[in-house]
């Protein structure tokens, strides 16, 4: 079973303002409690590969996306939409390829099923599938940014134990060795494919290109410049 769900109706929800009165009125359980609405963004397109199955290109042109702390949730204009578990959603960043800006996602369909990430038969490739989501107001795709990455922080991968986090903390840098590309270890084909794709499209605002302009198109000075 697939993670990213098709759906007809919106899912319930609250928001952040009606979240606060029910819970200072102390509810009889906090469990019945709707998931709070972090950001609703209309006039939204998305771009699904490998396509939904029956989510067609109509579908995708226009809708409304709804970032719920339980889902990522877009309802298309036509009555039809799809739902996202933030545990599916393994990264998500603001890209600014030529074709103009978006949110780009990586979704592992797989995320949630018993031993998928053990099982060898899963094809990776198949596994995931690439999501754009391109608002018409490109002002909008901060806000959208910060509260998908508010609500991921609500859904903590649950393969990662304490114990692992400790071990990775507490690791001996002599476990590590510099890669140097020799004796067969450098990326594969397809790996150095993804990489350059990515960094082509993911925009860095701290990375500083030429005449010392940040990814932001702000002005930075260097270390040195004492301004005088």
């Given at each position: ?37 972090r950001?609703?963004e ?85 596994d995931m ?10 002002a ?69 290109g ?19």
């Open positions: 079973m697939v993670s990213t769900t098709l759906i007809s109706s919106i899912p319930q929800y609250v928001s952040a303002e009606e979240h606060r009165n029910i819970v200072g009125s102390t509810p009889t359980s906090f469990n019945d409690i709707p998931p709070v609405l950001h609703k209309d006039n939204v397109r998305v771009m699904l590969d490998p396509p939904l199955h029956t989510f067609t290109e109509q579908d995708c042109a226009n809708g409304t996306l709804f970032v719920i702390e339980s889902a990522l949730v877009f309802m298309s204009s036509t009555g039809v939409g799809f739902q996202v578990p933030y545990p599916a959603i393994t990264l998500h960043a603001i890209a600014r390829p030529e074709s103009g800006p978006s949110i780009y996602c990586q979704l592992d369909e797989l995320a949630g099923e018993p031993g998928a990430a053990e099982s060898p038969e899963n094809d990776e490739a198949s599938r690439e999501l754009s989501i391109i608002p018409s107001n490109p909008s795709l901060e806000p959208i940014f910060e509260a998908m990455s508010l609500c991921a922080s609500l859904h903590p991968d649950p393969n990662v134990s304490d114990d692992d986090d400790l071990d990775e903390a507490f690791m001996d840098e002599s476990a590590f060795e510099t890669f140097t590309g020799e004796e067969g270890d450098e990326l594969s084909e397809v790996g150095r494919a993804a990489l350059e794709h990515l960094e082509s499209i993911i925009d860095d605002p701290y990375h500083l030429e005449n010392g302009v940040n990814g932001a198109g702000e002005d930075v000075e260097s270390e040195g410049d004492g301004g005088h």
